[in-house]
């Protein structure tokens, strides 16, 4: 049961709504605890930048179905790796909206203010991911 993780973006399907949101966080929160996968979910009504953490088997079943999700396009892996401990343990799946995405994080992190995870590096992404999890409520 090798711990992994994973880091992705992806953009949001055109008829997007804003409910779908929520049903995409409950669902997550709800599998996640069931197959104890962690992680972070960034979205700024544009892109996502999603980190899952977990055993090797679990983590890739749940990308499985996010790659197949109508609700977002263009899902690019932007990092995979074995990891001996979990970043995100208190968090079934903790979500950063898009006012906690601020120019000067953003800067950072990459080369630009806005957020755009496709410019990132998996590095990047990840530790833009650590700098903000403290300001996410544990789930
Ligand atoms: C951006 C995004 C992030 C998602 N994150 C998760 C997740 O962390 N865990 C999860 O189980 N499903 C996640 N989903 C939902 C899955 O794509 C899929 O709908 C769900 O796993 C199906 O669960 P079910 O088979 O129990 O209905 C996400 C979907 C999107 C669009």
Redo the contacts with the bound molecule.
């Keep these: 049961m090798f711990l992994t993780r994973l880091v992705y973006t992806?953009t949001i399907a055109d008829n997007f709504s804003p409910q779908?949101i929520e049903a995409?966080?409950e669902?997550?929160?709800?599998?996640?605890r069931k197959?104890n996968?962690t992680?972070m979910?960034c979205?700024n009504r544009k892109y996502?930048l999603?980190c899952?953490e977990g055993s090797r088997t679990q983590v890739n079943k749940?990308y499985y179905?996010?790659l197949?999700?109508p609700?977002?396009s263009n899902i690019i892996m932007l990092d995979y790796k074995e990891i001996t401990s979990r970043e995100f343990s208190e968090w079934s799946?903790g979500y950063i909206p898009e006012s906690s995405l601020t120019a000067p994080i953003n800067l950072k992190f990459s080369g630009t203010p806005e957020f755009d995870p496709y410019k990132m590096s998996g590095e990047s992404a990840f530790q833009m991911l650590l700098a903000l999890r403290e300001s996410v409520p544990s789930l």
């Excluded at 669902?27 to 996640?32: F, L, P, S």
Aim: hydrophobic share 45%; no cysteine; charged share 20%.
């Design positions: 992806s779908d995409i966080i669902i997550a929160r709800k599998n996640n197959h996968v992680g979910l979205f996502f999603q899952l749940i179905n996010i197949n999700d609700r977002h799946m």
